[in-house]
């Protein structure tokens, strides 16, 4: 029986035996490796402690056999746009999901509860938007299809737990991982009418919100400031609490804002609008795309439009390139 193990040893040899995975393993055996006395009656183990190491570095070395039958989630889209939730885990983006959409996410105080992507549809007004829920992006735990999935949504709401005193390493983390897979987001200026659907794999960052999540919670006003500070111009920041319900109203309008898109309504000469039932185009569509949205053939015949909205006469004669707003209704002449 070797004698004079010291206390740090043992406790190295008891992470060894809490350790999960592969690279905790290999963290413990080197420090046991490091503080396991150097005698003659350890050598034995010391022996042991390097084999295991040696073996675990070439397990890690190797591919998994699996790897090429990782199984690859997608998501098809609906409504009016696509949104993922993404964030580090806890940081309670399936407690979001709960309370704006009829999905019934799993929400659990430990980490890493959901393991599948879950869609559900928020209603903002008269559009539905769909929301995505998504596993905890973390390093060494993130999957290409993740990945992949927040590359299509047309925008993404960055979840992070502002009662975390560590919240600014995670956003960090989670900022930099999603950066070397090429996901470069940023919250757009209030003033840009680009649309969000620059698609696939354009440069063109992604549009994204932050959300500072448990708002209700000590310590998470201080927290906010902070953080507010470190995102600086890029991201814009609202304060929520899937707990006390704060800011979801204003979150679901935000959304919508997020996506860059309006809701434009067609009539007929006379008759009254549906107004429960909108055309939702990119910002930026004019008369035409409305046109063509309802027919194609319609769009060559279309003379002229009569449009109804803010700042506009009633019944206002407008023309084939003339630019929409939300909100507008138009009556098609052909
Ligand atoms: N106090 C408080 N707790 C929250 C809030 N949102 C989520 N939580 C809790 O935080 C934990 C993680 O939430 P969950 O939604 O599963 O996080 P996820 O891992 O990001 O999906 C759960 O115990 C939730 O009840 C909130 O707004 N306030
Ligand atoms: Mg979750």
Redesign the pocket.
Same mark, same amino acid.
């Given at each position: 029986m070797p004698a004079n193990l010291t206390p740090e040893y043992l406790e190295a040899e008891r992470k060894f035996r809490a350790a999960t995975t592969r690279e905790e393993k290999l963290a413990a055996l080197e420090e046991m490796l490091a503080t396991i006395p150097k005698h003659k009656g350890t050598e034995k183990m010391q022996a042991d402690i390097r084999r295991r190491i040696a073996k675990l570095r070439q397990e890690a070395g190797r591919r998994p056999s699996t790897a090429r039958h990782k199984p690859f989630f997608y998501i098809e889209k609906e409504g009016a746009g696509q949104v993922v939730l993404v !964030?580090p885990?806890?940081? !309670?983006?399936?407690?979001l999901l709960a309370r704006l959409t009829h999905a019934a996410p799993e929400?659990?105080?430990y980490?890493f509860?959901?393991r599948l992507p879950m869609p559900g549809m928020m209603e903002f007004e008269n559009v539905q938007i769909q929301l995505v829920?998504m596993p905890?992006l973390a390093p060494s735990y993130t999957e290409p299809w993740m990945l992949a999935l927040v590359r299509q949504a047309d925008a993404a709401l960055l979840?992070f737990d502002l009662a975390d005193d560590d919240v600014l390493t995670k956003i960090e983390e989670t900022l930099l991982l999603l950066d070397q897979a090429n996901i470069h987001l940023r919250s757009p200026s209030p003033t840009d009418s680009s649309p969000a659907f620059e698609g696939g794999r354009t440069s063109a960052p992604k549009r994204a919100l932050v959300l500072g999540?448990?708002?209700?919670?000590p310590g998470a006003r201080e927290n906010m400031e902070l953080v507010r500070e470190w995102l600086g111009e890029r991201f814009r920041l609202l304060p929520v609490?899937?707990?006390t319900g704060e800011n979801l109203e204003v979150l679901r309008r935000e959304v919508y804002d997020l996506l860059g898109i309006i809701r434009v309504y067609t009539k007929e000469p006379g008759k009254k609008p549906d107004l429960t039932a909108p055309f939702v185009l990119k910002r930026g569509s004019t008369v035409a795309d409305i046109a063509r949205a309802i027919h194609r053939d319609f769009v060559e015949r279309l003379k002229y439009a009569r449009i109804w909205g803010i700042g506009k006469f009633d019944g206002q004669l407008v023309h084939r390139d003339h630019v929409l707003e939300d909100g507008d209704i138009l009556e098609l002449h052909v």
């Open positions: !964030g885990p806890n940081s !309670g983006k399936s407690s929400i659990a105080a980490p509860t959901t829920d905890p979840v999540t448990k708002f209700d919670l609490s899937a707990q």
